[in-house]
């Protein structure tokens, strides 16, 4: 029987060390589905997020993988959907960003807007994904709030309407206003933040003397906002006109009962979408989806891999058979599962905006979609400019087959691009990525993952541009330039820097030099 509860699916985007595998953490932990929050940067014996799995991301304390949470809250399913904050991996949150409704802008109240956050909210503006502002870290100095509230606007073009304000400046942190009951919501710091922080609702004329003058600041600043307007307004939300904010501290657990309220009650549902053709699937039309994300070596025990897909209409019924829109072949969805971190769970149905995995779906990529019923094919999830090129051999010459293997495996996910021409051979791909932090990914994974250690040697490219065959010939033997090919058929022509893309295309006016989308820095 399928599960009708209404659902929220949504991404949490901030700038690397804002907090936000720790907001994460904090959510489950709000919603009960674990007992005890463990933050990434934690010291000693606190575990790693339940999000964070490679060990890489537990080394480092960032999140390179995206992984996908679900619990239940108040009677609605939630499909949390974690997402890599460093910007080396912009293309793999740009693919997450294609599966969510909306999205959670986690702003550190010491640094404010960071360059990554601008960039992951441009993708938000241009997908069209209505953005929720978290200002985290108010446990710690920081800027005021209201400087805050200017740079929101002033940086990103979106008018702030706070639906909670602090209560004691950046670094005393008494709990919040909630300015929609106008009552004080008072925080109970727990050891180390690791269980769910007490809160008491008080009205005004119950605010202990202690804590009466932040409150008094708070009340004032409350009130200019009302007079400049800075009210919520569900219809400029859901069009990218405003953002509501709430104040937090995800390590302290303060605040994050207010977001999970927040997303039940104002972010939006799923809705139709629109496939490459113009038609229109509607939510209770027959099954769809489109894979997003393919990771494979989450369980060390048994080689896996696993197509992360949105459900974008219809019931997902375990068994079913689908058609791959690609080649219009029927795919047998036996091996069906959800995921929670690093443990997955046979799934037997799931709803649109639930996040389901096709286990071992050798025939699935990246923005490939399967459907029931009328064809469907979505829109395909577009590859970023890489900016850094490698050329890859076999560490072990006699580990060629795994070494081939491993190559493959890591394009199919989108781990990096890899790029090949006849001239270099199948010995020598050339691997392209929108960050250096990529390349150490794919040596970490080829080495523990594929027992093939590698070896990469550094080109000189930094710019690439789209082309086509004519082009490809027209540039052949040009110095400075190389002309490859993508596993999708994509032809790319690098350049050793910009101006040589310029002069080329200058000089060159009817070759087919055509920017890719950015990503990187």
Same mark, same amino acid.
């Given at each position: 029987m399928s599960d009708t509860r209404p659902r929220r699916t949504f991404a949490v985007i901030s700038h690397p060390d804002a907090g936000k595998s720790t907001l994460t953490e904090a959510l489950a932990l709000h919603a009960r589905v674990i007992t005890e929050a463990g933050a990434v940067h934690g010291k000693g014996e606190r575990r790693a997020t339940v999000s964070d799995w490679m060990a890489m991301e537990k080394a480092r304390g960032i999140s390179i993988t995206s992984a996908a949470l679900?619990?239940?809250?108040?009677?609605?399913?939630?499909?949390?959907?974690?997402?890599?904050?460093?910007?080396?991996?912009?293309?793999?949150?740009?693919?997450? %960003?294609?599966?969510?409704?909306?999205?959670?802008?986690?702003?550190?109240?010491?640094?404010?807007?960071?360059?990554?956050? %601008?960039k992951l909210f441009k993708v938000c503006a241009l997908r069209g994904i209505p953005v929720m502002t978290v200002i985290n870290k108010w446990d710690r100095p920081g800027l005021s709030a209201l400087e805050l509230m200017d740079l929101i606007q002033e940086k990103i073009g979106l008018r702030p309407t706070p639906l909670t304000w602090p209560v004691?400046?950046?670094?005393?942190?008494?709990?919040?206003?909630?300015?929609?009951?106008?009552?004080?919501?008072?925080?109970?710091?727990?050891?180390?933040?690791?269980?769910?922080?007490?809160?008491?609702?008080?009205?005004?004329?119950?605010?202990?003397?202690?804590?009466?003058?932040?409150?008094?600041?708070?009340?004032?600043?409350?009130?200019?906002?009302g007079l400049d307007e800075a009210d919520h307004d569900q219809a400029r939300f859901l069009a990218g006109e405003t953002t509501p904010v709430m104040f937090a501290s995800a390590l302290q657990n303060?605040?994050?009962?207010? %977001?999970?309220?927040?997303?039940?009650?104002?972010?939006?549902?799923?809705?139709?979408?629109?496939?490459?053709?113009?038609?229109?699937?509607?939510?209770?039309?027959?099954?769809?989806?489109?894979?997003?994300?393919?990771?494979?070596?989450?369980?060390?025990?048994?080689?896996?891999?696993?197509?992360?897909a949105r459900v974008v209409s219809g019931t997902f019924e375990r068994g079913m058979v689908v058609t791959h829109a690609g080649t219009g072949k029927p795919f047998a969805t036996k091996f069906a599962q959800s995921v929670f971190g690093r443990d997955t769970a046979a799934v037997e149905t799931a709803e649109?905006?639930?996040?389901?995995?096709?286990?071992?779906?050798?025939?699935l990529r990246v923005g490939e979609t399967v459907y029931v019923g009328e064809r469907i094919e979505y829109p395909p999830v577009p590859s970023f400019a890489p900016e850094h090129f490698v050329t890859a051999s076999a560490g072990d010459i006699g580990r060629y087959k795994q070494f081939r293997r491993g190559i493959e495996q890591l394009d199919q996910e989108g781990v990096v691009q890899v790029l090949r021409s006849d001239l270099r051979g199948d010995q020598n791909p050339v691997l392209a990525a929108v960050g250096p932090m990529q390349f150490e990914v794919v040596e970490d994974r080829m080495t523990h993952e594929f027992s093939s250690p590698i070896r990469m040697s550094r080109l000189d490219y930094q710019v690439a541009r789209r082309t086509d065959a004519a082009g490809a010939a027209a540039l052949a033997g040009k110095r400075g330039i190389e002309v490859l090919e993508r596993s999708d058929g994509t032809r790319l022509a690098l350049f050793v820097d910009q101006w040589r893309a310029m002069v080329t295309a200058r000089d060159n006016p009817d070759i087919m030099l055509e920017a890719l989308p950015a990503g990187g820095s």
């Open positions: 679900q619990f239940v809250y108040r009677d609605h399913v939630i499909n949390l959907v974690d997402t890599p904050g460093h910007s080396d991996f912009s293309e793999d949150t740009y693919r997450v %960003l294609s599966a969510v409704d909306s999205a959670v802008m986690l702003v550190d109240a010491g640094k404010g807007l960071e360059p990554q956050t %601008l004691g400046e950046a670094g005393d942190f008494r709990g919040v206003l909630d300015r929609r009951t106008g009552e004080f919501v008072k925080y109970t710091r727990t050891a180390g933040g690791a269980t769910r922080a007490p809160e008491r609702r008080m009205g005004p004329d119950e605010v202990e003397e202690v804590d009466a003058l932040p409150w008094s600041s708070a009340v004032e600043e409350h009130e200019l906002l303060f605040g994050v009962a207010q %977001l999970l309220d927040l997303l039940l009650d104002i972010a939006p549902d799923p809705s139709p979408t629109a496939g490459v053709d113009g038609t229109v699937r509607q939510v209770d039309d027959p099954f769809s989806a489109f894979v997003f994300k393919v990771q494979s070596g989450m369980n060390n025990a048994h080689r896996d891999r696993l197509a992360y649109p905006g639930d996040i389901i995995g096709f286990v071992n779906a050798q025939a």
